[in-house]
């Protein structure tokens, strides 16, 4: 008796005493349900507050084809509803399994009206949906979501953990059928819906940029063109693009070339753009004023690499102005050789060039720029002219909109701002400038680069009636990936600038990328920054171009 | 019965207490067995209405919760349909309002892109002047 007495006492002890909370908290376990409350992601917008990206709540249709009766009458009756062909239904409610899905993306109110025909073995589901209002505008910049709604690329990508919040969850005592148990405990943990990116990008310039460059490449023969345009005092960028973007609203079925972001991923050869750094280096150094006169002949051989101007010409006494303005490769390179490598490897730097920029966007190539001690003979010639070194689009307008804000490169930015699900906004900080070169050889430099366009520079195409405008043109031969040689790699044509000329408000880089150098990107430039102009309300400065001396 | 114990124990004291002198003790009789309350019916009466007021509130109190149960089910129901009608008529104006959507109404209503404008400038003397040349829509 005392023995029994003892082993039940132990027990007693053992379950209540020492095991006790395991056991409690296995049977409340045992009882307690979660259920994950899903956030809704948040809000891309552009710099006026348009919505870019949303999210609302879409319907699936989904259909149990154990449970259907009639196969055949079902798809009849829902084939005009979710506008897919009867035989196609007819299959998938005779599959072999318990899951067909018969139509997503569903407005709520269609799916209700299915859901109301009251069809055995027919559901309906909640499904989130991205939606991206603007479609092919602007989606290299904003990116896209995949299926389990996380951002791929773009915007949606480098801030997906902001844009996706932080899912809740929903705890409550379920009996053993699962019933809820009302006065059993209940936890809400809610989810926090994710924060928001205000982009500094303008919808309707982005669609203007887009449209124009489409148009390029829609001649059959233009490979990739690309546009990037920033704002010349705080380096935010305008509008970004490259030529056939893509609808992010249904991204699974768009060509895979066209998702990416080609203005900051993709290199290219500047060409002759690139020669506002060479002079830049000059002038900042002391080598040259603009009204210094060079004899220049239209070929200059070092060790046994030529380079030529575009056009033969005899020797010609032309001002350091008029070489910009007339593209002299030549001379750029006679001044260069003046400057060293050394010191020009410093300038192309300082500008940008060799760096990412640092833009909040993924997938940021920094271009290409080895250092000058490796340079062969070739490359130290070409360099001058925009040869064998490489950057992206958006470099090539980050380096002019360093001569528009008085030499001081600010790197640009695209997000302006983000907004926390509590409403908690923060503002993007400008990130501090790189003083490049002086505030009165910017100013000459924007004289200079204004020779260029118009009457006697090479960018006649690019003028805008009525209003100043500083630039440079480039064509630049493309390495042919096959030969890992220039031969059949066809060529880019450039072109970089920024208006008005003598008070600058936005900076403008057009690439493009054709078999033959025929088609200049000054007209792109022209077209886009003439839309702008008028867009952003900028009046014309009122004072006319001054007279520029090329040729002595 | 109560009564006669009380008695006996009364009764029995005094055999106990042997320094208490027997002269000093009072007469002792039987008192009257107390006769029952003829006042009840006001007390059931009392009671009565309590149950009933009860009874009643009760009923009330279900129905009204009840009644208002169904009223926010309803509510509930109502609120949802008009945030997916919200989203419905949000999603129409965020697509209308696409650079690409207003661009193809534009043109379906026959506009071209404008010229460029020309900008008056009023000076503080409030002189006036005119900057840029304005060119008229369609000629580019």
Redesign the interface.
Known sequence: MAVLTAVILGRLVLLQGLDGTAYAAAASADRLREDVLAATRGQILDANG??MA?T??ARKIYADPSLIGDPVAAATILSGMLGAPVNQLVDKLQADNRYQVLAERL???LAAQVMNLGIAGIGVEVQPLR?Y?????GAQVVGFTGADGSGLAGIEQAYDELLTGTPGTTSYEVGRSGAVIPAGGRTDRPAVPGGSVQLTID??V???LQQQLDAQCADGSTENAQGVILDAHSGRVLAMATCRSFDPNTASEADPDTLGNGAISGILESGSVAKAITLSAAIEEGIVTPDDVRLTPDSITVGNTTVRDAHPHNPINYTVTGILAKSSNVGTIGIARELGNERLEQYLRAFGVGEPTGIELPGESPGILVPNQEWSIAQSINVPIGQGFALTTLQMASIYQTIANGGVRIPPRIVASTTAADGTVTESAQPEGVRVISEQTAATMAYMLEAVVGEGGTALNAS????RVAGKTGTAQRPNPACSCYAGGGFWTTFAGFAPADAPRYVMSVMLQRPDSGVPAGPVFKNVM??VL?HEAV????VGRPEFILIV | MAASVSVETIRAEPSRSRATPRTHRPALRLLPAPTPSLRRGPFIALVLTLVIIGTVGLLVLNTVIAADSFRVEQLVQRNAELA??E??L??QV??G????AL?EAARELGMV??G????V?VGPDGAI?I???P?PAGVR
């Open positions: 348009n919505p949303y609302l709540s407005e709520p109110s939606i209002p603007a479609g092919s505008v919808q309707d982005q669609f203007h805008i009636a009525g209003y003439t839309f008028a009046p014309p400065t009122g | 997916l009608a989203q419905e949000q999603r965020a697509e309002l696409s650079p690409e661009a892109p404008a460029q404008p020309a900008f400038i002047v900057q840029g040349t060119v």
